[in-house]
């Protein structure tokens, strides 16, 4: 007894030391003396570790389903223990091993010229630093952690990591890893909604820009989305808005990161739409997730069959809140879902992969796309908002109005957000329960199968129908860049006639390409004509024989819409009949 006493005290002295260690921070330096090379340089104090140290850099960031491999922008690692240089072997593409047991202090370049919101971007003007693409971690020690930024004295800091100016802290990996940081001269716009701090930070932006104005918007995105939700999940918010290149949004706990062209607000409808769609991230995905994505496994790809709910039901409620909250009306907002049926539509990869087997591929089809994605996947994004209107419609339909979508997304954050998440079953059967009816079929149509959407019940019930379209419009089923062919589409002529993507395309029965829809238009659908392109050198031709141009879906209110048609479709717009 005396010698498994013994035993159990030196267990637990080892997990007190541990945790003892656990408690001690990594300490993290940054420094842009280089940044118009874009360069960050990075020094890591790491505590004594049994064993020694191997370090690791993520592979991907969540919420972009890609392996980018970020070690690869990594120069000139090197480390040392009190102040004496030690052995660094890198033995993984992103690993590298310190047969040292105490403290070591490591230092490293990162090269950073991607103005993307998954990367990082440094000149010397701005610095856009994603985390992922940055820190170095330990597998037995994950944090606390402590960030110096030893920045210009022009530029200010910007993130939700505790602290203030230059001096930050984050409480584990995950925290670290999900606050961006934005330094830089940049514009600072303040507001509270609820009591809570909120800032919307931009930088690059081409006149005419108001950014009080832009402000003031995006108080109204929050206050629309915090009584949709019930609460605020975080002490503070930024929105860090960007106009350096790029194009997109990326979610975080408390923050947003958005980069785009610096004219981005010429167009601000489509601008506050990713911001609306960011912000409601903040609860689905962020903290209401499926259970694949938690803990987060840095290294590997993690799949999922529910993406279509993080993101297809967060594009369907992007838009619609910003309807909801007055900034976009009621012909914007069909005029944008008609766009996203129409596109589901004319995709013939809706046919060969479900809307479930999108989401699990989203990491070879969505991410890694190219000219024949089209033809054998659909986007989880687009086809998950249609899904999104019709289960809503759906839900509304068959309780009178008094239940719909908006219960299912709370009473599935009530239930699963936090630690575990849910599965893909869970979520079915709470839909149905919302519902009071089984609905596991109706999803498994919609989501499980390649079976066409039936828009039927939808349309009927608010009253809405689909414009009529013209006179059928002849079509080759080519998609363009200049003169050469970028995409065929499945089963269309083209594809039938043999036509290649890099194809050069010459004429269309003598009629010279300047513009392939003018040229083809100026036939008839049905008609046979000779395609004359070139293919690698060798001029070529074939008979191709014209289709009808798939017709685009225009959403409507019908002429004389009933009074339940008209109740229902208020209901939904949560505005006045």
């Not at 040392?80 to 370049?109: F, S």
């Not at 808005?241 to 706990?253: K, M, R, T, Y």
């Not at 998609?479 to 010459?506: F, I, K």
Request: net charge negative.
């Amino acid at each position: 007894m005396a010698v498994r006493h013994a035993g159990a005290y030196v267990v637990a002295m080892l997990l007190f030391l541990s945790l003892l260690a656990q408690a001690e921070p990594v300490r993290v330096t940054l420094s842009f003396e280089d940044a118009a090379r874009h360069l960050v340089d990075v020094t890591a104090s790491y505590p004594a570790s049994e064993g020694g140290h191997e370090l690791v850099m993520a592979s991907w960031t969540p919420g972009s389903y890609k392996i980018r491999d970020y070690a690869k922008h990594v120069e000139a690692l090197q480390a040392t223990a009190a102040g004496e240089p030690v052995a660094v072997r890198k033995v993984a593409k992103n690993r590298w091993r310190i047969e040292h047991d105490g403290p070591v202090t490591v230092k490293y370049q990162v090269y950073a010229r991607e103005s993307e919101v998954q990367t990082s971007f440094v000149d010397e003007h701005v610095a856009v630093l994603n985390g992922a693409s940055l820190f170095l971690w330990e597998d037995a020690h994950q944090g606390p952690w402590e960030l110096s930024l030893e920045v210009p004295e022009r530029w200010s800091v910007h993130t939700a990591l505790d602290g203030e100016g230059a001096q930050r802290s984050a409480a584990d990996l995950d925290e670290l890893l999900d606050s961006p940081l934005v330094l830089g001269e940049a514009d600072v716009q303040r507001f509270e909604v609820a009591g809570r701090p909120h800032a919307f930070v931009s930088y690059g932006f081409d006149p005419p820009f108001a950014p009080e104005e832009v402000a003031a918007d995006l108080a109204r995105v929050v206050e629309v989305q915090r009584a949709f939700w019930g609460e605020l999940p975080y002490d503070r918010y930024l929105f860090l808005a960007l106009g350096i290149g790029g194009s997109g949004g990326l979610e975080h706990g408390a923050s947003t990161l958005m980069m785009t062209p610096p004219d981005a607000f010429q167009v601000y409808e489509a601008w506050l739409g990713m911001a609306s769609h960011e912000f409601f991230h903040t609860w689905n995905i962020k903290r209401l997730r499926p259970v694949a994505y938690g803990p987060f496994d840095y290294e590997h790809e993690v799949y999922s069959p529910s993406l279509w709910v993080a993101e297809g039901l967060t594009s369907y409620y992007g838009d619609l809140l910003l309807h909801r909250a007055g900034l976009r009306d009621q012909d914007s907002l069909l005029e944008g879902l008609s766009g996203e049926i129409s596109y589901v539509q004319r995709t013939p990869g809706r046919n060969v992969r479900s809307l479930r087997e999108a989401s699990f591929d989203a990491w070879i089809k969505h991410y890694q796309s190219d000219e024949n994605t089209g033809n054998t996947s659909i986007s989880y994004y687009s086809k998950g908002q249609v899904v999104g209107w019709l289960l809503d419609a759906e839900i509304r339909r068959r309780t009178d109005s008094e239940r719909s979508l908006d219960d299912v997304m709370r009473l599935a954050f009530e239930r699963f957000a936090g630690d575990r998440g849910f599965t893909d079953a869970e979520f079915t059967a709470l839909v149905s329960e919302v519902a009071g009816e089984d609905l596991g079929p109706w999803l498994d149509h919609a989501v499980g199968s390649t079976a066409e959407l039936d828009y039927g019940p939808a349309l009927a019930f608010y009253g809405l129908q689909f414009a009529e379209v013209g006179e059928p419009k002849p079509w080759l089923g080519v998609y363009m860049d200049g003169s050469r062919v970028r995409r065929v589409v499945r089963d269309s002529p083209a594809w039938a006639a043999g036509l290649n993507v890099g194809d050069e395309l010459l004429a269309v029965d003598g009629l010279r390409v300047t513009n392939i829809g003018d040229t083809v238009g100026r036939f008839a659908a049905g008609q046979e004509v000779t395609v004359l392109f070139t293919r690698r050198g060798r001029i070529e031709e074939r008979k191709v024989a014209l289709g009808v141009k798939p017709e685009s879906y225009t959403l409507e209110v019908v002429e004389k819409p009933s009074r339940a048609q008209k109740k229902a479709l208020a209901a939904w717009l949560e505005t006045p009949e």
